[in-house]
């Protein structure tokens, strides 16, 4: 069943596949982001109750889940990696980690920012504030452990057991708000029975998360050619796209003198 997966455990075809959908992530992610936040910024209704000032939701909101989806995509590559001893999930999975910390402090950014105005604090050690807090320690922790060993092998193995371990925050996450009594709002847009918002609300919403989902995409996958080209840099294949790189820069940099 996942014998489709074994040809990507080399890291020349893994560095292939992630330069094949890179562009096809960036400039999808881009037209949907640019169109969600546009449509949302500037043509979506005020909100009855909040006024303009929700409109930050259209960046909150979508780094809030997609922080969350990160570290998932984080635990599946611990899997893969510790179940299918396939390395190249190790260097997906820290790859990720830097991109997961960078939308988490957005999230918590912007959460800060909205917060300020409708609650009358910056922070609140409310459940769900707390528990995406921790998502961040968990990334950087992440980052921190796999430094820490100079076998990346090993580095791979016992991350990847912290990942899997941290994972058990992600329903905590997502279900605070009903298990607690939490100053934060209820889920948005995941009622998908009925969502808590009007549909001229709702779409730029959706254009925004999927959007921005694809720009990280994007960002992943080069994160990932990059780990890629570290880790065989003395390997042909590897020499030969960075002699390439290389050249190509010094073509560059002559043009602009």
């Known amino acids: 069943m996942w014998k489709w997966l074994?040809?990507?455990a080399k890291n020349q075809a893994a560095y292939g596949l992630c330069g094949q959908m890179m562009p096809w992530f960036l400039w999808i992610g881009a037209s949907?982001?640019?169109t969600g936040c546009v449509w949302g910024l500037a043509f979506a209704p005020s909100d009855y109750q909040q006024g303009d000032a929700f409109r930050i939701i259209y960046v909150h909101v979508p780094s809030a889940l997609l922080s969350m989806g990160?570290?998932?995509g984080m635990a599946i590559m611990a899997f893969v990696g510790l179940v299918w001893q396939i390395k190249n999930a190790y260097l997906a999975m820290v790859s990720i980690a830097p991109v997961g910390a960078m939308v988490?402090?957005?999230a918590l950014a912007t959460g800060a920012i909205w917060g300020k105005p409708m609650w009358g604090t910056w922070w609140e050690w409310d459940a769900r504030l707390t528990s995406e807090l921790i998502l961040l320690f968990l990334y950087l922790g992440v980052l921190s452990l796999y430094s820490v060993f100079d076998d990346r092998l090993k580095?791979?193995?016992v991350t990847a057991i912290l990942v899997l371990v941290g994972s058990v925050n992600l329903p905590i996450i997502h279900y605070s708000v009903?298990?607690?009594n939490t100053l934060h709002q209820g889920a948005t847009i995941t009622k998908f029975a009925k969502p808590s918002m009007p549909t001229e609300m709702l779409i730029p919403l959706l254009l925004s998360l999927f959007g921005y989902g694809f720009l990280l995409a994007s960002l992943v996958c080069y994160r990932i050619q990059t780990a890629l080209l570290a880790?065989?840099?003395l390997r042909p294949w590897a020499q030969k796209i960075l002699l390439q790189r290389a050249q190509k820069a010094s073509v560059i940099g002559e043009g602009n003198k």
């Open 6 to 8: 074994h040809p990507y």
């Open 32 to 34: 949907l982001f640019l």
């Open 70 to 72: 990160l570290y998932s």
């Open 104 to 106: 988490t402090v957005v």
């Open 155 to 157: 580095a791979g193995k």
């Open 178 to 180: 009903e298990w607690w």
């Open 231 to 233: 880790n065989d840099a």
